[in-house]
């Protein structure tokens, strides 16, 4: 049986939240099979701001602009972005898909085990139509290329996983006036944003998360945080295949902004190296197949975030241009998005379960999988 996705020749595209929203496309709004249609924004001073830059930088006019999520659900899109704020999604998910519209959501897809839900049950609503969670760091160059490298059997089974998001948060930015208004990055539990980090993990190692136990720091960083926001924790999450992963995310230390990710397995190993810069960085690792390299020097690999692009993106280095045409391609040739609903729910789960047993004083929580729910 053709589908309707098997038609879409040319993506015809909306896009809501015009912070990261709007930055996620500019760099495939250039492409001959995208047309930019329409734009939204509850914040008039964000739409105005949208179609400034679209103007100034693209020469883009006369766009479809909208203050009301409804009414721009009635443009003649046939796929939307949706990046509002990140504790809510999945209403604005559900209802673009009840519009007929294929979504990539922001990151994390869900925020509950409700949601959760909610959001498998619409995606499986509505088989003609294609949903993928916004994890860009899934398209990191040595994200993809440890992809392979595990999926050719070079790391054996992992045994152990790391990974951490380094960022100092300077939380002065968000003014008085902000905290009254409840922005998300100001209450959102740290852990709660653990999708950069555990999500490339879980895509490599074509793994889910079954269990998890998390403890938070007691020293602060932010004297401007909210006294019940929760700026750093690590989380330790075993997995269905047995391996353990360690994630830590700190937006509450002096560190800088970086991502690492490290795996170890029976017949290798393999890290970022975390001396060089996040841009430059090199994987450093061993292998049991060439004979030597357990001792001595690491195998220097040089991938970097950046490998394995056309040129043309520029957001996040590149990795945002091809998420969003791999998301693109999924729905011109009618295939599974390469960031699906379970997996896009499994690294916002862990998250979430992570907090609850940071509040349960770090008790190991056993953790719900989509493909076990009943809908
Ligand atoms: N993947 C990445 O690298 C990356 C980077 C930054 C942010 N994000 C994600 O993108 C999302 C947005 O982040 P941000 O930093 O732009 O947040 P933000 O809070 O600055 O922007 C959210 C926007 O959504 C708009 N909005 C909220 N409710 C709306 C509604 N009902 N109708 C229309 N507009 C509405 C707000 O006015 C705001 O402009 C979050 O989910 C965040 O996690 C991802």
């Known amino acids: 049986m053709q589908t309707i996705m098997s038609k879409i020749d040319k993506i015809r595209l909306g896009v809501v939240g015009l912070g990261r929203g709007l930055s996620s496309v500019l760099d495939i709004i250039i492409d001959e099979d995208v047309e930019l249609v329409a734009i939204c924004d509850k914040n008039p001073e964000m739409v105005e701001k949208a179609r400034v830059q679209l103007k100034k930088d693209f020469g883009i006019e006369g ?125 959102n539990p740290a852990i709660k944003y653990c999708t950069h980090d555990l999500g490339p993990l879980l895509y490599v190692m074509n793994d889910r998360p079954v269990s998890v136990t998390c403890m938070v720091p007691d020293v602060h960083y932010n004297p401007y945080k909210k006294d019940s926001y929760v700026e750093n924790a690590v989380m330790l999450v075993k997995t269905a295949k047995g391996a353990v992963i360690r994630i830590w995310i700190c937006f509450g230390a002096y560190v800088g902004y970086t991502h690492n990710y490290a795996m170890y397995g029976t017949r290798g190993m393999i890290e970022v190296d ?6 430059e960085a090199h994987c450093k690792a061993r292998f049991s197949d060439m004979p030597g390299s357990i001792h001595g020097k690491k195998i220097d690999i040089p991938i970097t975030v950046s490998s394995f692009q056309d040129g043309k993106g520029k957001s996040h280095l590149g990795i945002d241009r091809k998420m969003m045409r791999a998301f693109f391609e999924s729905i011109k040739n009618d295939t599974k998005p390469p960031i699906d609903v379970d997996l896009g729910i499994r690294m916002a789960l862990a998250g979430i379960y992570a907090h609850e047993s940071y509040l349960q004083g770090g008790a190991a929580l056993d953790i719900p999988d989509p493909e076990d729910f009943e809908l």
Request: overall charge negative; some cysteine.
């Open 63 to 187: 766009l479809l602009e909208y203050l009301d999520f409804d009414e721009f659900l009635t443009a003649d899109t046939n796929t939307v972005v949706i990046a509002t704020d990140a504790v809510m999604h999945v209403p604005f998910v559900t209802r673009a898909m009840e519009a007929g519209k294929n979504v990539i959501s922001e990151i994390p897809a869900v925020n509950s085990l409700e949601e959760a839900k909610a959001l498998k049950k619409a995606v499986a609503s509505h088989p003609d139509l294609k949903y993928m969670c916004g994890e860009n760091d899934c398209f990191l160059g040595y994200i993809e290329a440890w992809k392979a490298m595990y999926e050719a059997g070079k790391f054996g089974d992992i045994v152990y996983a790391e990974a951490e998001y380094l960022h100092t948060t300077d939380y002065r930015e968000y003014k008085a006036e902000n905290y009254n208004d409840g922005h998300w990055r100001t209450y």
């Open 274 to 279: 975390k001396s060089a810069e996040r841009t």
